[in-house]
Nanobody
Framework: VQLVESGGGLVQPGGSLTLSCTASGLTLEDYTVGWFRQAPGKEREGVACDSQRRSRTYYADSVKGRFTISRDNANNSVFLQMNTLKPEDTGVYYC??????????????????????WGKGTMVTVSS
């Protein structure tokens, strides 16, 4: 199983970025997927999670209305569209998959502690 993120970089406050995650060794459509981030000196937090078959989506309060998680099942990929970026959005962003039975609250809220798969992360820096 491999998850590979791309799309990070340096962006000015107010700007936009789209992160991509492509999976191999698993069919993302069958999994609950999400994006986590780790800011310097802080713990990892779930920012956006999407349930199997897209029946439920979760966003952290800090990104609601600005970030959108989406999938491209044909290409076994998941995306994170980030708009109106703020300096506090700076961090390493990770693509994560967990079994499809896991709820988005359990995944993003970190109450789930079972098998999971993580990418290596992509750095996002929001700075002028």
């Amino acid at each position: 199983v491999q998850l590979v993120e791309s799309g990070g970089g340096l962006v000015q406050p107010g700007g936009s970025l789209t992160l991509s995650c492509t999976a191999s060794g698993l069919t993302l459509e069958d999994y609950t997927v999400g994006w986590f981030r780790q800011a310097p000196g802080k713990e990892r937090e779930g920012v956006a999670c999407d349930s199997q078959r897209r029946s439920r989506t979760y966003y952290a309060d800090s990104v609601k209305g600005r970030f959108t998680i989406s999938r491209d099942n044909a290409n076994n990929s998941v995306f994170l569209q980030m708009n109106t970026l703020k300096p506090e959005d700076t961090g390493v962003y990770y693509c994560v998959s967990v079994p499809g039975i896991v709820t988005v609250q359990g995944m993003c809220g970190r109450t789930y502690s079972g098998p999971d798969a993580w990418g290596k992360g992509t750095m996002v820096t929001v700075s002028s």
